[in-house]
T-cell receptor
Framework: AQSVTQPDIHITVSEGASLELRCNYS??????LFWYVQSPGQGLQLLLK??????LVQGIKGFEAEFKRSQSSFNLRKPSVHWSDAAEYFC?????????????FGQGTELSVKP | DTEVTQTPKHLVMGMTNKKSLKCEQH?????MYWYKQKAKKPPELMFV???????INESVPSRFSPECPNSSLLNLHLHALQPEDSALYLC????????????????FGQGTRLTVV
């Protein structure tokens, strides 16, 4: 069965510091992988996605992620965090019989940013 | 226009009430989705509509009744809900996978915050 694991429930980083959020997936075939961000009480905004090709994916707001098949990972990174990046981050995998919105989400990582 | 619009933004209803949530998109997407998100939890898929027909029901109780009257609209009719149904209900839309051989992504609305009292 497909699944997504985000090992870190909550991370705190200082403004200007680098960030890495971890995501591991379980899926037999080549996965479709996504990172979404959610501010409190809001909907989900897509940061970036991986379908195939180059394993380093660039997204919006200065985020990037690297797909590593050997480690079943799709970690999200940002070189310098801004206070406005504080939010909940969800990693997701496209589920079986995938259509664009049939997704399985990880438990999420809450990011806090210290001034 | 890359927006998915959900109304209302907030809804408080009693356990004997009937209410509806509405979702609208004008991106020409032929797949639409309802997700439920409890506090501090990830979204969970409820229903999928493809070409205005229900294609997936993730064993959702019958007190939730989806409807897709046309390719731009998706409704979720609510009846006899329980307090544990209080959650953020998210609508999403996407092109149907495989159209033009391209992979797809979903666009989410801002959600309806539902409180059942």
């Amino acid at each position: 069965a497909q699944s997504v694991t985000q090992p870190d429930i909550h991370i705190t980083v200082s403004e200007g510091a680098s960030l890495e959020l971890r995501c591991n997936y379980s899926y037999g075939a080549t996965p479709y992988l996504f990172w979404y961000v959610q501010s409190p009480g809001q909907g989900l905004q897509l940061l970036l996605k991986y379908f195939s090709g180059d394993t380093l994916v660039q997204g919006i707001k200065g985020f990037e992620a690297e797909f590593k098949r050997s480690q079943s990972s799709f970690n999200l990174r940002k070189p310098s965090v801004h206070w406005s990046d504080a939010a909940e981050y969800f990693c997701a995998v496209g589920a079986a019989q995938y259509q664009g919105g049939k997704l399985i989400f990880g438990q999420g990582t809450e990011l806090s940013v210290k001034p | 226009d890359t927006e998915v619009t959900q109304t209302p933004k907030h809804l408080v209803m009693g356990m004997t009430n009937k209410k509806s949530l509405k979702c609208e998109q004008h991106m020409g997407h032929r797949a639409m989705y309802w997700y439920k998100q409890k506090a501090k939890k990830p979204p969970e898929l409820m229903f999928v509509y493809s070409y205005e027909k229900l294609s997936i029901n993730e064993s959702v109780p019958s007190r939730f009744s989806p409807e897709c009257p046309n390719s731009s609209l998706l409704n979720l009719h609510l009846h006899a809900l329980q307090p544990e149904d209080s959650a953020l209900y998210l609508c999403a839309s996407s092109p149907i996978r495989g159209t033009g051989g391209r992979n797809t992504e979903a666009f989410f609305g801002q959600g309806t915050r539902l409180t059942v009292v």
